[in-house]
């Protein structure tokens, strides 16, 4: 029995054997890391070293299975860019991972605003538009930002589009143009119209952010439309502030027009655009926003989402003569 302790007890002290390979992946891969962050002025935080420690313990077990011959790392005086590439070598990466600083981030920033100040609110729109098709077609890029690119919008946003929509989950702006972050500058609502905060928010988008195109974008069986279109009667039943909201929508419905129409589905879709083009209208009586208008600084346009073929029709468009 005295035999058997001693043994457990050897065994619960024995240091863990490592395979030599294993050593030599986890030495290298910690060392070109802590070399690249010291070379340009950052620590490695939990989470870094946590995403390092995956890394290191995969590229392990590789090791371990085919040895493999590693590049050296770079000297100590070698440039950054050096340093990162022997970093993606060692990962197993083939191509340099840039902007390990906030000083490349915002220089990233200012190069992409750059860009976006060149555009006219025409080629802005041509974009959007293309995003759409790209969606429906099932051909989108889905232009998720990388690491670097979502520290560059830490320091500013440059949004090229300023866009009204409906709360409604099943029509989410960025996807369905195939957007990326910092794209658009979204201002969701039931029904897709304006108040004191929604126009409010617009204004900000075109006076600040120097947006090219604003949409107002409804779309397909919006329920906010369908229930603004019951009796007033019922509508008053709702909660106080649900109940102003659906009585605003329906005095700019005028449904008088809609009697002769005995389709549902074209009914639904005059009184989406029957919306929208009010919300619009409302917008060109916005002094501010005109006078962008009228400077070609800024294009305003209504848009219909169909939700059962995810094509976006315009129309109402709202630009200098």
């Known amino acids: 029995q005295a035999l058997c302790d001693r043994q457990r007890r050897r065994h619960a002290l024995a240091p863990a054997q490592i395979h030599p390979a294993h050593k030599t992946a986890m030495a290298l891969a910690t060392g070109l890391a802590f070399g690249a962050a010291a070379a ?9 070293s946590a995403q390092l420690s995956g890394l290191v313990a995969a590229k392990a077990r590789e090791g371990a ?31 340099i991972y840039q902007g390990f600083s906030m000083e490349e981030a915002r220089q990233r920033a200012d190069d992409e605003q750059s860009k976006v100040v060149k555009k006219t609110p025409q080629e802005v729109l041509a974009d959007l538009q293309r995003g759409n098709a790209r969606f429906w077609m099932n051909t ?5 930002a990388s690491a670097f690119d979502r520290r560059a919008l830490i320091s500013k946003q440059f949004p090229t589009v300023a866009l009204l929509s409906c ?24 029904g897709n119209c304006l108040a004191t905060t929604t126009t409010a928010s617009l204004q900000y988008a075109v006076h600040h952010l120097k947006v090219k ?6 779309h397909e069986l919006c329920g906010a439309i369908k229930a603004a279109q019951l009796p007033i009667e019922q509508l008053q039943q709702e909660p ?6 659906l009585l605003g929508l329906k005095q700019g419905l005028d449904q008088g027009r809609f009697k002769s129409l ?26 501010g926003i005109m006078a962008k208008v009228n400077s070609k600084e800024l294009l305003m346009v209504g848009g219909f989402y169909e939700i ?8 109402s468009e709202v630009a200098a003569k």
């Open 262 to 287: 005995e389709d549902s589905r074209a009914l639904d879709r005059e009184a989406v655009t029957t919306n929208v083009k009010k919300q619009v209208e409302a917008l060109t009586k916005d002094e």
């Open 65 to 95: 299975a085919a040895p493999a011959q590693r590049a050296c790392p770079a000297p100590a005086e070698a440039a950054p860019t050096a340093r990162r590439q022997a970093i993606a070598d060692a990962m197993g990466e083939t191509t």
């Open 140 to 144: 989108a890029t889905r232009p998720e």
């Open 40 to 48: 340009s002025g950052i620590a490695l935080g939990s989470s870094c």
């Open 240 to 245: 106080k502030e649900l109940s102003e909201a």
């Open 308 to 315: 059962s073929s995810g094509i976006v029709d315009f129309f």
């Open 167 to 190: 709360a409604d989950s099943r029509v989410p702006p960025e996807l369905i143009f195939d957007q990326g972050l910092g794209s658009i500058f979204v201002v969701r609502v039931a």
């Open 213 to 218: 195109v604003l949409v107002v974008l409804g």
